[in-house]
Protein backbone atom coordinates (compact mmCIF):
# COMPACT_ATOMS: atom_id res chain seq x y z
CA UNK A 1 0.00 0.00 0.00
CA UNK A 2 2.83 2.66 0.87
CA UNK A 3 4.48 1.91 -1.94
CA UNK A 4 1.44 2.53 -4.29
CA UNK A 5 0.77 5.50 -2.67
CA UNK A 6 4.31 6.70 -3.24
CA UNK A 7 4.47 5.89 -6.76
CA UNK A 8 1.10 7.87 -6.89
CA UNK A 9 2.78 10.97 -5.43
CA UNK A 10 5.54 10.71 -8.03
CA UNK A 11 3.59 9.99 -10.77
CA UNK A 12 0.79 12.82 -10.38
CA UNK A 13 3.24 15.04 -8.39
CA UNK A 14 2.83 18.09 -11.32
CA UNK A 15 -0.88 17.57 -10.78
CA UNK A 16 -0.41 17.71 -6.55
CA UNK A 17 1.59 20.65 -7.00
CA UNK A 18 -1.25 22.38 -9.55
CA UNK A 19 -4.25 21.43 -7.28
CA UNK A 20 -2.27 22.65 -3.87
CA UNK A 21 -1.63 26.16 -5.49
CA UNK A 22 -5.11 26.26 -6.84
CA UNK A 23 -6.71 25.70 -3.63
CA UNK A 24 -4.05 28.06 -2.06
CA UNK A 25 -5.10 30.86 -4.66
CA UNK A 26 -9.04 29.65 -4.05
CA UNK A 27 -8.60 30.13 -0.45
CA UNK A 28 -6.69 33.82 -0.51
CA UNK A 29 -9.31 34.81 -3.15
CA UNK A 30 -12.09 34.15 -0.79
CA UNK A 31 -10.10 35.01 2.27
CA UNK A 32 -8.80 38.82 1.27
CA UNK A 33 -12.09 39.96 -1.08
CA UNK A 34 -14.39 42.64 0.29
CA UNK A 35 -17.24 40.97 1.19
CA UNK A 36 -17.11 37.58 2.96
CA UNK A 37 -17.97 34.05 1.71
CA UNK A 38 -22.20 33.48 2.56
CA UNK A 39 -22.71 31.62 5.71
CA UNK A 40 -26.60 30.43 6.87
CA UNK A 41 -24.39 29.55 10.53
CA UNK A 42 -22.08 31.48 12.74
CA UNK A 43 -19.66 28.16 12.87
CA UNK A 44 -19.82 27.78 9.10
CA UNK A 45 -16.87 30.27 8.99
CA UNK A 46 -14.95 28.15 11.59
CA UNK A 47 -15.49 25.63 8.78
CA UNK A 48 -14.09 27.10 5.93
CA UNK A 49 -10.79 28.51 7.53
CA UNK A 50 -10.49 24.72 9.83
CA UNK A 51 -11.07 22.92 6.47
CA UNK A 52 -8.84 24.91 4.20
CA UNK A 53 -6.09 25.06 6.05
CA UNK A 54 -6.21 21.08 6.76
CA UNK A 55 -6.33 20.55 2.83
CA UNK A 56 -3.74 22.65 2.28
CA UNK A 57 -1.64 20.82 4.61
CA UNK A 58 -2.33 17.63 3.19
CA UNK A 59 -2.05 18.89 0.02
CA UNK A 60 1.25 20.36 0.64
CA UNK A 61 2.71 16.84 1.93
CA UNK A 62 1.90 14.88 -1.50
CA UNK A 63 2.98 18.15 -3.30
CA UNK A 64 6.38 18.90 -1.37
CA UNK A 65 7.00 15.71 0.38
CA UNK A 66 10.33 16.84 1.50
CA UNK A 67 8.95 20.11 3.28
CA UNK A 68 9.98 19.52 7.01
CA UNK A 69 7.24 19.47 9.37
CA UNK A 70 8.25 23.16 10.95
CA UNK A 71 8.48 24.67 7.44
CA UNK A 72 4.67 23.21 6.38
CA UNK A 73 3.27 24.63 9.53
CA UNK A 74 5.72 27.89 9.58
CA UNK A 75 4.15 28.56 5.55
CA UNK A 76 0.36 27.54 6.16
CA UNK A 77 0.56 29.79 9.65
CA UNK A 78 1.47 32.65 7.48
CA UNK A 79 -1.05 31.97 5.04
CA UNK A 80 -3.42 32.24 7.34
CA UNK A 81 -2.36 35.12 9.45
CA UNK A 82 -1.79 37.13 5.79
CA UNK A 83 -5.79 36.35 5.70
CA UNK A 84 -6.25 37.86 8.55
CA UNK A 85 -4.03 40.95 8.37
CA UNK A 86 -5.82 41.55 4.90
CA UNK A 87 -9.25 41.14 6.42
CA UNK A 88 -8.44 43.99 9.00
CA UNK A 89 -7.39 46.42 6.25
CA UNK A 90 -10.95 45.70 4.51
CA UNK A 91 -14.05 48.10 5.87
CA UNK A 92 -16.55 45.48 5.25
CA UNK A 93 -14.25 42.63 6.83
CA UNK A 94 -13.00 42.56 10.41
CA UNK A 95 -10.21 39.79 11.72
CA UNK A 96 -11.20 37.03 14.12
CA UNK A 97 -8.86 35.53 16.72
CA UNK A 98 -11.89 32.50 16.46
CA UNK A 99 -10.59 32.09 12.62
CA UNK A 100 -6.75 32.06 13.68
CA UNK A 101 -8.14 29.07 16.31
CA UNK A 102 -9.88 27.44 13.15
CA UNK A 103 -7.17 28.06 10.73
CA UNK A 104 -4.43 26.20 13.81
CA UNK A 105 -6.91 23.43 14.39
CA UNK A 106 -6.39 22.69 10.71
CA UNK A 107 -3.23 22.69 10.36
CA UNK A 108 -2.45 20.37 13.47
CA UNK A 109 -4.91 17.81 12.66
CA UNK A 110 -3.40 18.02 9.27
CA UNK A 111 0.47 17.72 10.74
CA UNK A 112 -0.80 14.53 12.89
CA UNK A 113 -2.26 12.80 9.85
CA UNK A 114 0.71 13.46 8.02
CA UNK A 115 3.02 12.39 11.16
CA UNK A 116 0.91 9.07 11.52
CA UNK A 117 1.10 8.32 8.09
CA UNK A 118 4.67 8.64 8.56
CA UNK A 119 5.11 6.47 11.52
CA UNK A 120 2.82 3.88 9.90
CA UNK A 121 4.46 3.86 6.94
CA UNK A 122 8.36 3.75 8.68
CA UNK A 123 7.01 0.96 10.82
CA UNK A 124 5.56 -1.58 7.82
CA UNK A 125 9.48 -0.63 6.03
CA UNK A 126 11.37 -2.28 9.58
Same mark, same amino acid.
Given at each position: MKLLIERLMVRYSLWFKLTFFALLALGLYLGMRPTPPPTAYAWQASGYHAGGIFALTLLSFAAFPRWRWWFRAGFMSLVGLAVELVQSLHP???? %? !?? %? /???????? *?????? /??? !??????? *???
Open positions: TRSP %D !WG %D /ILANSTGL *VAGLLL /IAA !WLMLTRH *VRS
